[in-house]
């Protein structure tokens, strides 16, 4: 019988049987596969410290000039040295932001090509636009909010001096008794300006007629040469006529205070509680980006914005750093799409 059982055991030529093989064959397979993947680990984290390993683009999607290229420019100086390679700013303007945010939504995820994206890019387009060429979630890794720039109420100040309007209540309170006779310039149908005075309309209750201009620069020009009463204008682009006295400044438009001009009560407090729009700018990457790297730039981002030169170079803008970690980014973006999708509807504003 013992003969028996050995013959059974033992396959051809008197080898073990394929059954008893395939227990050390797996067991070496796994091993093999342990040791492929302890190798690999070191390689992958070294790819990753690595980065970058050639010149950042920095994409605006904006022209050359405007505050959101000005902060830009000046984090990518920040950013050169502890990145240990140039940050190359490239104006990629058109659609309203949307051309340069599709380039780096088409990029590779790989941490060379990022993107300065803002409120219009990343929360207004989605809705005003009829067809979007990428899709602001899904197409995107949230690195970092950078700065938040409030919209300043501000009025001809010979036009206010004739409507006795002197605050944000008296001038609701002039057009609630001349219905339509107010006008507001903006910078072009779904701006932020545009939009700005559609939430200002709805929550106070009144109806003033929207101006639309070619871009912000021509609407501040139509209203320095009173062709309009009032504009909700970025504090960058106000701040010089504010201080010459050729605008008159009311309120600024976020929950807080700016302290660039700390003097200016909030549209909130002067009477339309919750009222909140600003201008943000947020650095995005292409989605699919390691979360080492999107980490790793959010952490160089944070320190460059804790400058002391660079903060007052964004002072000096009317922008105030504003960083948040790339979850809590993302979180605020998604909020932000829901209240402009329902300022747009209300708005009737569309961009086909």
């Known amino acids: 019988m013992r003969a028996i059982r050995d013959s059974r055991a033992a396959g051809p030529h008197g080898a073990a049987s394929p059954r008893r093989r395939r227990p050390a064959l797996l067991a070496g397979l796994a091993a093999a596969a342990f040791a492929a993947l302890c190798g690999l680990a070191p390689a992958t984290a070294a790819a990753q410290a690595a980065w970058p390993s050639r010149p950042v683009r920095f994409v605006v999607p904006y022209p050359p000039g405007g505050p959101l290229d000005q902060v830009a420019r000046a984090l990518a100086e920040k950013l050169r040295e502890p990145l240990g390679q140039p940050v190359l700013v490239e104006n990629r303007a058109g659609a309203g932001g949307n051309i340069g945010a599709d380039h780096v939504a088409k990029s590779a995820p790989d941490g060379h090509t990022i993107v300065m994206g803002a409120v219009a890019t990343h929360a207004i387009n989605p809705s005003l636009f009829a067809k979007m060429p990428y899709d602001a979630n899904r197409d995107f890794a949230p690195v970092t909010r950078v700065a938040v720039v409030p919209n ?17 209540r008296s001038l609701i309170a002039y ?21 700005s005075g559609e939430l200002f309309k709805s929550m106070a209750g009144i109806s003033m007629v929207h101006i639309p201009y070619g871009g912000a620069a021509p609407a501040q020009l139509g209203l320095l040469g ?33 302290g660039f001009f700390p003097e200016l009560p909030t549209v909130a407090d002067s009477g339309l509680a919750g009222f909140d729009i600003s201008t943000w700018f947020g650095v995005f990457a292409p989605a699919g980006t390691p ?13 460059a914005l804790a400058h002391p030169d660079l903060r007052e170079r ?34 009737g504003a569309r961009v086909d």
């Open 152 to 168: 300043v109420l501000v009025m001809n100040p010979d036009t206010a001096a004739r409507l006795g309007v002197s605050d944000v």
């Open 175 to 195: 057009a609630r008794r001349n219905p339509g006779k107010l006008n507001y310039a903006s910078g072009g149908n779904g701006s932020a300006g545009h939009l």
């Open 226 to 258: 009173g062709q309009t009463d009032l504009m909700f204008d970025n504090l960058a682009s106000a701040a010089p006529q504010i201080r010459a006295g050729q605008l008159k400044a009311f309120a600024v438009t976020t929950p807080r205070r700016s």
């Open 291 to 303: 979360a080492q790297i999107v980490d790793r730039l959010h952490a160089e981002v944070e320190r």
């Open 314 to 347: 964004l002072a000096r803008l009317g922008a105030e750093p504003a960083p948040q970690p790339p979850a809590e980014f993302a979180a605020f973006v998604r909020q932000e799409q829901q209240k402009y999708a329902r300022i747009v509807k209300a708005s």
